[in-house]
Nanobody, 125 residues
Framework: VQLQASGGGLVQPGGSLRLSCAVT????????IGWFRQAPGKKREGVSC????????HYSDSVKGRFTVSRDTAKNTVYLSMDNLRPEDTAVYYC???????????????????WGQGTLVTVSS
């Protein structure tokens, strides 16, 4: 099982960025999968999660309305589209999956069973 995150970079406040998480070793038709972030000096938090069983999503209050999690089943890839980025969105972003459960809410709140490596997003002028 592997999760490979990419797409991070430097973006100005108000800008947009799309992260990708390519997965191998499992398919996106049952597990919950999502995005987590960790800013310097802060705990890692679940920000955007998706149930690949029923397409139910869960977002943290801090990103609701600005971030969108989606998947491409054919490419076995999950995306995080981030709009109207703010300096406080600066963090290392990780993708993670719970192979044993399908709840997006549970994934974002309890964390995944499988982690990918992080990709750094910096929002700054």
């Amino acid at each position: 099982v592997q999760l490979q995150a990419s797409g991070g970079g430097l973006v100005q406040p108000g800008g947009s960025l799309r992260l990708s998480c390519a997965v191998t070793g499992f398919t996106l038709n049952r597990p919950a999968i999502g995005w987590f972030r960790q800013a310097p000096g802060k705990k890692r938090e679940g920000v955007s999660c998706l149930s690949t069983l029923n397409d139910i999503t869960h977002y943290s209050d801090s990103v609701k309305g600005r971030f969108t999690v989606s998947r491409d089943t054919a490419k076995n890839t999950v995306y995080l589209s981030m709009d109207n980025l703010r300096p406080e969105d600066t963090a290392v972003y990780y993708c993670g999956a719970d192979l044993g459960h399908s709840s997006s809410y549970a994934l974002c709140n309890n964390g995944p069973s499988e982690w990918g490596q992080g990709t750094l997003v910096t929002v700054s002028s």
